[in-house]
């Protein structure tokens, strides 16, 4: 039989896709979780469809009259029983596109979001087994549902994209958890490109490392910052008595371009790279207050050290624009944004400085750059004072945050 890609013209490459696809072939040709039966009795038990039930059947007979749609959609589902990252199952993905001149590409559009439904039920199990409250289960794994109405929005129809499969397979996975206001999700081996040291049980140091750093103290490679004029190698040591690098400028949250010395007897290494911790996700939905989200930190740390005993975890991380410290010009002190900020340490990312962009104005990844900023909406405080740094030339640039468990 022809490989599916080629008759679905589309480019998607995998480690796993081999073995997976010769278990989609051998199978019948439609798997049991999508049948509308599968799909009702799920919701029956669970409750995960409360907002798109009709639309999730009512996609199935596009797809399964389509036979390489079926086998794309089982051949997905194998390679997400593999429980890697997006990037370590794909290293290329594209969604399926409908042939030119099909009246109803439904089937095409939804396909991806039932390899992802598929998973739900064994990993509600799982989290069951380890102990979750049900509650977080819940509204950890419901949020698949709610894609089916945030695209119509985002893609002007009910669909479920290439994005929402890359952002939420890992939904589906025993190790990212809704828990109150935030997202948290397992971080072994955070290889952030710096170390932490702690002085007095409060005082803070981030030493850069494992980067080439920019002239202006951000990382080389960041958007705005790729001129290698000038810039120099994070080089991190240590000594018998001291550890030396350069330091981020707490109020810039850049690096400095002159070594730092921090006495051992002083200070005490709190974060390195290979250290795990939980990311943090912060989903669209109620306000960012910091007695939500303290109530979802304090939450996190007993279900995690609970119900996964078997890992170690050393901190909470974050890559986010909402700790740029440009936001302190635009923002009031006790803002928001500003006191969630405060909770980090924060250190210079190489990004592509568009997250504050789309997610302040809704606009698309892909059209961020060619975006007229004069244009920008100015209709809150956030969005005037982003506008105006962006017609002076500035970038908001999104940052890493640690703080200790």
């Not at 199978?27 to 029956?44: A, G, K, Q, S």
């Not at 380890?130 to 695209?151: A, M, P």
């Not at 939500?292 to 991380?317: L, N, V």
Request: a negative charge; aromatic letters at 14%; one cysteine or more.
């Amino acid at each position: 039989m022809q490989d599916i890609r080629n008759i679905l013209g589309v480019k998607i490459e995998s480690p796993y896709w081999d073995t997976a696809y010769e278990k989609a072939i051998s199978e019948p040709l439609i798997p049991e979780w999508l049948t509308e039966r599968y799909i009702r009795n799920t919701h029956e038990k669970y409750g995960f469809f409360k907002m798109n039930l009709e639309t999730i059947i009512s996609a199935i007979p596009y797809i399964t009259e389509v036979p390489e749609l079926c086998i794309l959609a089982k051949t997905l589902y194998h390679i997400l029983e593999t429980k890697k990252n997006f990037n370590e199952a794909f290293s290329h993905f594209e969604e399926p596109k409908a042939p030119v001149g099909l009246e109803n590409t439904f089937g095409y559009d939804c396909v991806l979001g039932f390899p992802v439904l598929a998973h739900l039920v064994p990993s509600w199990k799982e989290l069951e087994k380890r102990g979750v409250e049900k509650e977080v289960i819940s509204d950890s794994l419901v949020t698949v549902d709610h894609l089916f109405t945030y695209s119509e929005e985002e893609v002007g129809r009910k669909a479920f994209t290439e994005q929402f499969f890359r952002m939420y397979g890992n939904a589906i996975y025993i190790n990212y958890l809704k828990i109150g206001r935030l997202r948290f999700e397992i971080f072994e081996n955070s290889n952030r490109p710096a170390l932490i040291f702690e002085k007095n049980g409060s005082e803070h140091k981030v030493l850069m490392c494992n980067c080439v750093l920019h002239k202006s103290g951000n990382i080389l490679g960041a958007y705005g910052c790729e001129d290698e004029n000038g810039s120099y190698a994070a080089e991190f040591t240590e000594t018998d008595t001291h550890y030396v690098g350069y330091a981020v400028n707490t109020e810039t949250r850049l690096a400095e371009n002159t070594l730092t010395y921090l006495d051992k007897t002083e200070w005490k290494p709190i974060y390195k790279p290979d250290d795990n911790g939980l990311k943090v996700h912060i989903p669209y939905g109620d306000r960012l207050t910091k007695e939500a989200c303290e109530d979802s930190y304090t939450r996190a740390r007993d279900i995690f050290k609970r119900c996964y005993p078997e890992i170690h975890f050393d901190g909470f991380h974050l890559f986010c624009w909402m700790l740029s410290p440009d936001l302190r010009d635009i923002l009031k002190p006790n803002s928001n944004i500003i006191e969630f900020q405060n909770k980090y340490t924060v250190f210079p990312a190489k990004d592509n400085a568009v997250d504050a962009i789309m997610y302040v104005y809704g606009i698309k990844e892909d059209d961020v750059r060619s975006v007229n900023i004069a244009d920008l909406p100015e209709s809150n405080s956030l969005q005037r004072g982003i506008k105006k740094k962006l017609l002076e030339g500035k970038h908001i640039h999104q940052c890493y945050g640690f703080f200790k468990w």
